[in-house]
Nanobody, 121 residues
């Protein structure tokens, strides 16, 4: 079993910054892609950013140039640096990881509990 624990959410004024962290623990052989999703009230969950095991990132158009995703494979941790935050960034942010628990097993998606990010205008 794998657990993902997010931290770093909070309340910030527009134009401010936050840094989210997500640490994976449990039965981990390897972690492939890791990413961040968010869900605003009344909206569907959307992909914010994803990063491969090799460190190649991909971003939603709405956050390009403002957010930076990174990972520390030795710590099984992914980060999301969020700069120039806007009120539209307000959402619950969820960590996601594609994890293999054994070298012969199939990868499974795991999700964190979510951390609230609120950006005031």
């Amino acid at each position: 079993q794998v657990q993902l624990l997010e931290s770093g959410g909070g309340l910030v004024q527009a134009g401010g910054s936050l840094r989210l962290s997500c640490a994976a623990s449990g039965r981990i052989f390897s972690i492939n892609a890791m990413g961040w999703y968010r869900q605003a009230p009344g909206k569907q969950r959307e992909l914010v950013a994803v990063i491969t095991s090799g460190g190649s990132p991909n971003y939603a158009d709405s956050v390009k140039g403002r957010f930076t995703i990174s990972r520390d494979n030795a710590k099984n941790t992914v980060y999301l640096q969020m700069n120039s935050l806007k009120p539209d960034d307000t959402a619950v942010y969820f960590c996601n990881a594609l994890v293999s628990s054994t070298e012969w097993g199939i990868d499974y998606d795991y999700w964190g509990q979510g951390t609230q990010v609120t950006v005031s205008s």
